[in-house]
Structures are given as structure tokens and as C-alpha cells.
């Protein structure tokens, strides 16, 4: 089971303003910003399980780590899980009103399974993310 996801990339300013209006239309909020004088940003939702209330599982880190490796993470495949078809929709419009480019629009992929309403959109840093509903609403 997932905990929590980080990636790094070029411009956190911009990564804001990018999944900051992508990411509400799931639930989300920017719930972290900054951390021991680093950039960073963690977006979140709500969960009574938290002893905070919220879970924050998503987080970007402006540049490369001081241990080595690439300047940011690109060509990953990022998927949340949508409440309805209708947040599906709304993560694709805003994504794309955002600067991402279309990698697929909502809809039913019944390669996958008979409810499976999915977007594809390819984020600033090139990463394949997704919204996808798993039920018929």
C-alpha cells in the first residue's frame, strides 16, 4: 500500500499553478508548503484515519536532490482516483486550461474493466498523469 509519492521538478512555482487547480477537482488541497527552507509542496485530502485530519500523499520538490540524479521526475505514470465520472472530466478541463497536453480524454476504457472512465493528460515536467473512476457514477 502507498503512503506517499515525491517528485522533483524544474519550477515549483509553476507546479503549483499548475496542480493546485488540477488537483481540487479530486478533493485535494495545498495542504504543505516549504519545508526547512526547501521548496516543496504537498497537496491532500481528507482523512479521518489522519491524526491531522488529512493525508497528504503527493509531493514536489523544486530541482535536483543534493544526493545526485535528474533535475525533475518526468515520464512517470500518476493516477488518483476520482469520486465520480464528473471529477474525472473536471481534472481533464483543468488540466488542460493548465498548460498539459491531452493523452487520452475521458472515457470508458473497457480494455481495463467495464467501469473504468479514465483522462490522460501529460504534465509541465512530462509525466503521464490520470483521473480515474472506478464505479458507474
Given at each position: 500500500?502507498?503512503?506517499?509519492?515525491?517528485?522533483?521538478?524544474?519550477?515549483?512555482?509553476?507546479?503549483?499553478?499548475?496542480?493546485?487547480?488540477?488537483?481540487?477537482?479530486?478533493?485535494?488541497?495545498?495542504?504543505?508548503?516549504?519545508?526547512?527552507?526547501?521548496?516543496?509542496?504537498?497537496?491532500?485530502?481528507?482523512?479521518?484515519?489522519?491524526?491531522?485530519?488529512?493525508?497528504?500523499?503527493?509531493?514536489?520538490?523544486?530541482?535536483?536532490?543534493?544526493?545526485?540524479?535528474?533535475?525533475?521526475?518526468?515520464?512517470?505514470?500518476?493516477?488518483?482516483?476520482?469520486?465520480?465520472?464528473?471529477?474525472?472530466?473536471?481534472?481533464y478541463s483543468a488540466a488542460?486550461?493548465?498548460?498539459?497536453?491531452?493523452?487520452?480524454?475521458?472515457?470508458?476504457?473497457?480494455?481495463?474493466?467495464?467501469?473504468?472512465?479514465?483522462?490522460?493528460?501529460?504534465?509541465?515536467?512530462?509525466?503521464?498523469?490520470?483521473?480515474?473512476?472506478?464505479?458507474?457514477?
Amino acid at each position: 500500500m502507498l503512503d506517499h509519492m515525491t517528485f522533483r521538478v524544474r519550477d515549483i512555482q509553476r507546479c503549483k499553478a499548475f496542480y493546485e487547480p488540477v488537483l481540487k477537482q479530486l478533493g485535494y488541497r495545498l495542504a504543505f508548503e516549504g519545508f526547512h527552507g526547501s521548496n516543496i509542496l504537498g497537496f491532500g485530502y481528507p482523512d479521518i484515519h489522519q491524526p491531522s485530519g488529512e493525508k497528504i500523499d503527493t509531493w514536489f520538490v523544486d530541482g535536483p536532490s543534493p544526493y545526485g540524479g535528474v533535475d525533475a521526475t518526468a515520464g512517470c505514470h500518476l493516477c488518483w482516483q476520482a469520486p465520480n465520472r464528473a471529477a474525472v472530466d473536471a481534472f481533464y478541463s483543468a488540466a488542460i486550461q493548465s498548460g498539459a497536453t491531452d493523452n487520452g480524454g475521458p472515457g470508458l476504457r473497457p480494455h481495463y474493466h467495464p467501469n473504468y472512465y479514465g483522462a490522460f493528460v501529460i504534465d509541465l515536467e512530462g509525466n503521464n498523469i490520470e483521473a480515474v473512476c472506478h464505479t458507474s457514477e
